[in-house]
């Protein structure tokens, strides 16, 4: 496997306390990839940059960056132009605040980076980290990559620091429809939380797989070695119109599917238990939260 190269270096500064530090991705895509050919001859595509005033191909020595500011009007924007922004975040991750790690909510998550200490910036790295987990928080700064400053927060992942880029809140799509009201009995809550927890476990993502990549590269396969191609019918989903009955039918599929399941009757209340206290009136949590989770947990 190889090495991925670090896209950015700098410093992370922590207080008084400065951290050199150099940033490698995370994730990978592992998409598989299609090229298009001529249907007629089978000859693979090529895409041109083309010049339609002097009607001929330009290289890529001849492309400059430009931004269109009214219809048909540009303005150039050297590398220079870039290099000359005065960004702090070009070359440093200042650590502005530090936030409980559950209060950012998931849709602000854009892309993950592995921080990875230079050699001599071990121990506060390690500090770093330590503080972070200790105190269950995420650090808050800023960062410029690829000719754009993101918002980013620091976590601890496994013995290392994790940087993810964030989305700004003006890049979050309001989501205007408005569902109808529809009324939702304690009887249906009561038993699709018994299917929640039929189905509950510790996350392990060590269990899924990408089994659409996995069935269009043993086509792929079957296809280059001459062999044809047998796949069975995915069986069609049972259409339940009753919700109850598709809730009850579910949570025996899922216990009998689980050794040592419970076994008590689907949809059987809860019992308080005597000494119970009565529910806090302290507001929820949720309601200091940002709006997209209040929309989250509306739904």
């Known amino acids: 496997m190889s090495v991925p190269r670090s896209i950015w270096k700098g410093v992370i500064t922590f207080g ?3 951290i050199p530090v150099r940033l490698t991705p995370a994730t990978e895509d592992k998409d598989v990839s299609f090229h298009l050919l001529h249907e007629q001859d089978h000859s693979r595509i090529k895409f041109k940059r083309w010049c339609p005033v002097d009607d001929q191909e330009v ?5 400059v960056r430009a931004y269109e500011v009214s219809k048909g009007q540009y303005v150039e924007v050297t590398d220079e132009d870039l290099e000359r922004l005065p960004l702090p975040s070009k070359h440093t991750i200042e650590l502005s605040a530090f936030v409980k790690t559950d209060d950012i909510d998931p849709v602000y998550f854009e892309k993950s980076y592995f ?4 050699e001599t910036g071990l121990k506060p790295y390690t500090l770093l980290m330590r503080v972070l987990q200790e105190k269950d928080v995420a650090g808050v700064a800023k960062i410029a990559l690829r000719n754009k400053e993101h918002l980013c927060a620091l976590r601890p992942l496994d013995g290392t620091l994790l940087l993810e880029t964030l989305h700004y809140p003006d890049e979050i799509r309001e989501h205007e429809q408005k569902l109808p009201k529809v009324v939702v009995s304690e009887r249906e809550i009561d038993v699709a939380g018994s299917l929640v927890e039929a189905l509950s476990e510790d996350f392990d993502p060590g269990k899924y797989h990408d089994d659409y990549r996995e069935a269009l590269l ?13 796949s069975p019918e995915a069986p069609a989903p049972e259409q339940v119109t009753d919700l109850m009955s598709a809730l ?23 019992t308080k238990k005597p000494n119970s206290k009565p529910a806090s009136k302290t507001p929820h949590k949720a309601e200091h939260k940002p709006a997209a989770r209040r929309r989250k947990a509306a739904a």
């Open 59 to 63: 290289s890529n020595e001849e492309l």
């Open 16 to 18: 008084m306390v400065s």
């Open 218 to 230: 043993e086509v792929i396969n079957s296809k280059a070695e001459g062999r044809q191609v047998v």
């Open 115 to 118: 921080l990875e200490p230079e």
């Open 248 to 270: 009850r039918a579910s949570v025996e599929a899922a216990r009998k599917g689980r050794p040592g399941g419970e076994r008590a009757e689907v949809g059987q209340a809860r």
